[in-house]
T-cell receptor, first 114, second 113 residues
Framework: AQTVTQSQPEMSVQEAETVTLSCTYDTSENNYYLFWYKQPPSRQMILVIRQEAYKQQNATENRFSVNFQKAAKSFSLKISDSQLGDTAMYFCAFMKLTYDKVIFGPGTSLSVIP | KAGVTQTPRYLIKTRGQQVTLSCSPISGHRSVSWYQQTPGQGLQFLFEYFSETQRNKGNFPGRFSGRQFSNSRSEMNVSTLELGDSALYLC????????????FGPGTRLTVL
């Protein structure tokens, strides 16, 4: 069975600084999807970034980028130039290529401090 | 396109009652998934429907059930409510075209007294 671990329950970062959120996962699959979702205090969950395991290039979306280490089963999220609106819960998630279900990690609560 | 909508947004029930939650996916999306979110257990997968068929089911008791209609709208039902069923219930839809991105609704906050 697949599992997703986020070892940092809470983090904080100064506005405009860079922060990295960690995620590790366990799977015997070779091809799969990895996601980072953001859930602001308003509770609407939104997708931040997606990585296909068969792509070696790390995904980037504006200020958000990932460091995908397939052999180490690590998938960290880097947020550059942190903004107050980045304050939220961040969930790392895994899904097999052939749809099974999305497995979420326990989440990291990120606070951006002015 | 309108986003995923869930009704009602808030619900208060008492133990032993039953409840039905509704989810309308993004137009054109045929896959609808349901999740339960609690502070203790985090986000847990309940079930997923695609074209009116349940494709996947999580590890929840039979009190939790769902269905999907021909217009892709989905409902989930919880019978004989327990205090532990208090949670935020999230619905997510997907076009299932290969990108596998799930679009979440705002959730229904269920409180069981």
């Amino acid at each position: 069975a697949q599992t997703v671990t986020q070892s940092q329950p809470e983090m904080s970062v100064q506005e405009a600084e860079t922060v990295t959120l960690s995620c590790t996962y366990d799977t015997s699959e070779n091809n799969y999807y990895l996601f980072w979702y953001k859930q602001p205090p308003s509770r609407q969950m939104i997708l931040v970034i997606r990585q296909e395991a068969y792509k070696q290039q790390n995904a980037t979306e504006n200020r958000f980028s990932v460091n995908f280490q397939k052999a180490a089963k690590s998938f960290s999220l880097k947020i550059s130039d942190s903004q107050l609106g980045d304050t939220a819960m961040y969930f790392c998630a895994f899904m097999k290529l052939t749809y099974d279900k999305v497995i979420f990690g326990p989440g990291t609560s990120l606070s951006v401090i002015p | 396109k309108a986003g995923v909508t869930q009704t009602p947004r808030y619900l208060i029930k008492t133990r032993g009652q039953q409840v039905t939650l509704s989810c309308s996916p993004i137009s054109g999306h045929r896959s609808v998934s349901w999740y339960q979110q609690t502070p203790g257990q985090g986000l847990q997968f309940l079930f997923e429907y695609f074209s009116e068929t349940q494709r996947n089911k999580g590890n929840f008791p039979g009190r939790f059930s769902g269905r999907q209609f021909s217009n892709s709208r989905s409902e989930m039902n919880v019978s004989t409510l327990e205090l532990g069923d208090s949670a935020l219930y999230l619905c997510a839809s997907s076009a299932w075209t290969g990108t596998n991105e799930q679009f979440f609704g705002p959730g229904t906050r269920l409180t069981v007294l």
